[in-house]
């Protein structure tokens, strides 16, 4: 069974600073997903990555992928109060499209 | 944009009764899934559906539940005789086929209270 493990598990900061959060896993993995979740709600999908190396930037937002596809890695500029939520990186497994999550990333940008 | 729609939004029920959760996925995504999470806990999956077959369930799909495409635009899942246990949020998603199967649209789910 893959493990995903992300780090920070929670992370406080003030509006403005910049922050990096990160997917680990001792898999390999064709692709990685990047949702962001608020409470009561359901999963936003963020970004898919899929080469190793691959950055993608979504505003503020850089994603990248190991270049040995096992790790990925979050990094947001001048966080805002909005920023605030859960952050979830998720994988396929297998060939029926079920994805494992990790168990997330909780930031909390204050004013 | 296409979205995942999912109702009831909360749905309360006794244990022992039947419930029956409905999702209508993006329009032209082939793949049909069903997630939970339980609260504070992770994300889990629990069948995903494609061709109109169950392609894959986990050991928390027990015989106590089933999906369904009743149409061309409904997905379900019925949980037969509901615990306590089975208090959760549940997610439906889709994707389309292929290279993009694992990128999955999720819709805002269905709160189910167990008493």
């Known amino acids: 069974t893959q493990l995903l493990e992300q780090s920070p598990q929670f992370l406080s900061i003030q509006e403005g600073e910049n922050l990096t959060v990160y997917c680990n896993s001792s898999s390999v993995f064709s692709s990685l997903q990047w949702y962001r979740q608020e409470p009561g709600e359901g999963p936003v999908l963020l970004v898919t990555v899929v080469t190793g190396g691959e950055v993608k930037k979504l505003k503020r937002l850089t994603f990248q992928f190991g270049d040995a596809r096992k790790d990925s890695s979050l990094h947001i500029t001048a966080a805002q109060p909005g920023d605030t939520g859960l952050y979830l990186c998720a994988v396929g497994s297998g060939n029926t499209g079920k994805l494992i999550f990790g168990q997330g990333t909780t930031l909390q940008v204050k004013p | 944009e296409p979205e995942v729609t999912q109702t009831p939004s909360h749905q309360v029920t006794q244990m022992g009764q039947e419930v029956i959760l409905r999702c209508v996925p993006i329009s032209n995504h082939l793949y049909f899934y069903w997630y939970r999470q339980i609260l504070g806990q992770k994300v889990e999956f629990l069948v995903s559906?494609?061709?109109?077959?169950?392609?894959?369930k986990s050991e928390i799909f027990d015989d106590q539940f089933s999906v369904e495409r009743p149409d061309g635009s409904n997905f379900t899942l019925k949980i037969r005789s509901t615990k306590l246990e089975d208090s959760a949020m549940y997610f439906c998603?889709?994707?389309?086929?292929?290279?993009?199967?694992?990128?999955?649209?999720f819709g805002p789910g269905t709160r189910l209270t167990v008493l």
């Open positions: 998603a889709s994707s389309e086929d292929g290279r993009y199967r694992d990128t999955q649209y």
């Open positions: 559906f494609y061709n109109n077959e169950i392609s894959e």
